[in-house]
Structures are given as C-alpha cells and as structure tokens.
C-alpha cells in the first residue's frame, strides 16, 4: 500500500446570510489493492471505513487511508451494513447469491446466508425492526429480503415493483422507504410486516439511487442524477428540488450537521446541500473528486464523508475485426480513497 496523501482541494462557496459560508477539505490517499467497487460504510465514530473491492472489502483508517483490514470470498460485492448492537458485519455479494456474515472486532467470516431470491445489491439496518435488509435485483420483480443480526437467518422478505431497487432508508418508526431506479419511484414498506403501503412518483427525478431520511424534519432525501428531491412522507409529495451532478449512486446525510452529500462520478464532484429547514434546502458546496466516485458513506459522530474510486488503465485492444467495447476496462492501475471534511 502506497502512503502517499494529498490534500486536494477547499471548496467554499458563499451563500445568503441566512445560511453560513463553509469550506471543505478533501484529503485523498492511495490505498493499493485488487478489484472495481461500488458502495462504501463508515462505522461511526471509530474512524474503519469498509470499502467493496469486487471479491473482497477492504477495511480502511479513514484518517490516514491506512488498510487495517480484509475480509475475503466477497464475489461481485456491493454494499456492507454493521450492527453495533450485534457486534456483526454483512457484505452483499451478487456473485453467489450471498450474504457474508462476519465478526465486527476480527473481522472473520462466520458464515455465508445463501439468498434465493438472488441480485444481491444493497444493505442497511433498522434499528426499528433490528433487522438487516437486503435490496435485491431479483427477478422477475425485485425485493426485500430482511436478516436477523444476531443469528442471521432471514426473517421475511416483499417483492416491489422494479427489478431495480437501490437504497433504503427507515424512519426509526416502523416504516423502510425504498428508491426503484427503473420506475422513479419510492416505494414505503412495513418495516415488520414486510408489506408495501403506497408507491410515489419522483419526478422530475430520473433513476434514484441513494436515500435518507430526517427524523427530526420528517423528509425523505432521494439522489439521482442532475436533480434530486426531497419528499414529504406523509403526503408522498416533493417539497424541494437539489440541482448536482450527474452519475449519481448514493447520497450521504449527516443528521447532526444538517448536511446532504450528493456524488456524482460523472461530473467529478459531490454537491453539498445544507437543509435549512424541512421543505428549505440551500447548495453550500461544490467539491471536486474524480471521475466514477459515485457512492459515498458519512460518519455521523466525526462528521467525516468518505468515497472510493480506483483508477483503470487502457482498455486492451478489441479483437481483429471487431467492435471496440466503450465499456470496456483496463485493469486496475491505482485506488484512491476520499475524505471530505470541514
């Protein structure tokens, strides 16, 4: 692992008096390693941040970018949600169909629960039900699957209306509210029963990703790329539009700061948007990254966001005779890992 760090950049965008100027520092390290990435989980407090590597999650110091860890046998990995409570660890993988359950202190694996509804994608707890809950793109409709986090069984599950479900958010009261990307809609769900309660367009939001919920102001936060909205739950109806980048695959919120962060990998950047009230939302920055960093995790204690994007080299040259893949990737030449901090 290289330890070269590098202070990128202060951003600092001056707003109207009714909202405070604020400067924020990104910090970037180089933290060597195999394999693509998509979603990232700081553990509050504690400074560990897990980051999916492909087949494998890296666990990482996010002051220093040093690697502290690795938790192996993740096969195409997504995304990783941790229970204090439990003192365990749960990784996606859509690669088979499981979920790795692990040991929060060692970080060993203590077993792999096998998913039969597959498309393993994203993760979350609710402290509400104590339930892990998986977000599957499972066909032909996609579902929720919930895990107990103490013996990890599965616990119950609900199909949605996407074969596309993305981030889900709870209101600590009994309610999941989930973002379909392929209808542009939220979906909200008993967090217990597992049952959906109503379905609500997001227009003019297209393909939301990641989601947050205020429980002090009662507002749903949704990302997508270039508008994203903020939705009243009991009414299911947008009461803010957020103008960011384009690309974007999560959403960070800070409850204690007021703050939302917004990544968009197309556009290199992550838009930071303070709520200045529940239907008042107000851009206070605008911080440069790099291209693809697109999902993003917020350590609500030390009020530190952090992103992950490795960096590829050229494609390899396509066959004779044959289509260029645009798509298509060079290997892995370098792993940058971001912190934002103010």
């Known amino acids: ?18 909202v405070h100027a604020q400067t924020f520092t990104v910090h970037k390290f180089s933290i060597g390693g195999d394999g693509g990435t998509d979603y990232l989980t700081a553990e509050a407090g504690s400074n560990r941040v897990f980051v999916s590597r492909g087949t494998h999650v890296m666990v990482v110091d996010g002051a220093t970018g040093k690697v502290l860890g690795d938790i192996p046998d993740t096969p195409r990995t997504h995304g990783i949600a941790l229970v204090a409570k439990s ?23 203590i077993k792999k629960i096998h998913i039969p509804q597959g498309g393993q994608d994203g993760i979350m707890y ?22 107990d986090p103490a013996s990890g069984d599965i616990t119950g599950s609900v199909e949605l209306e996407s074969s596309g479900p ?5 209101d600590g009261k009994g309610k999941l509210f989930v973002n379909n990307e392929g209808t542009s809609t939220i979906q909200e769900v008993d967090a217990k029963a597992l049952k ?12 939301p990703t990641g989601i947050a919920y205020d429980r002090t102001s009662n507002r749903i936060f949704a990302g997508c790329g270039k508008t994203s909205v903020v939705v009243d739950p009991a009414t299911g109806k947008i009461v803010a539009t957020i103008a960011n980048g384009d690309g974007v695959d999560a959403l960070g919120f800070d409850p204690g700061e007021k703050l939302i962060y917004i990544p968009a990998g197309r556009d290199s950047n992550v838009t930071v948007v303070r709520e200045g009230g529940p239907d008042t939302y107000t851009v206070v920055a605008t911080v440069a990254t790099m291209r693809g960093a697109k999902t993003i995790t917020v350590d609500p204690v030390k009020h530190i966001a952090y992103l992950f994007q490795p960096e590829y080299g050229p494609a390899p040259a396509p066959a004779p005779g044959t289509t260029p893949d645009p798509r298509r990737r060079g290997p892995v030449i370098a792993a940058w890992f971001f912190s934002i901090t103010h």
């Open 1 to 18: 692992m290289s330890k070269l760090a590098v202070t990128l950049a202060v951003a600092t965008l001056l707003v109207p008096a009714a």
């Open 87 to 109: 003192g365990h660890g749960f990784i996606t993988n859509g690669g088979d169909s499981t979920v790795t359950m692990f040991d929060l202190k060692t970080l060993a694996v």
């Open 126 to 147: 609710d402290d509400y039900s104590d339930r892990i809950i998986l977000s599957n793109h499972s066909r032909p409709a996609g579902t929720l699957v919930a895990i």
């Open 166 to 170: 993305e981030g889900v958010a709870s």
């Open 196 to 207: 959906v309660l109503a379905s609500w367009p997001l227009a003019p939001c297209e393909g």
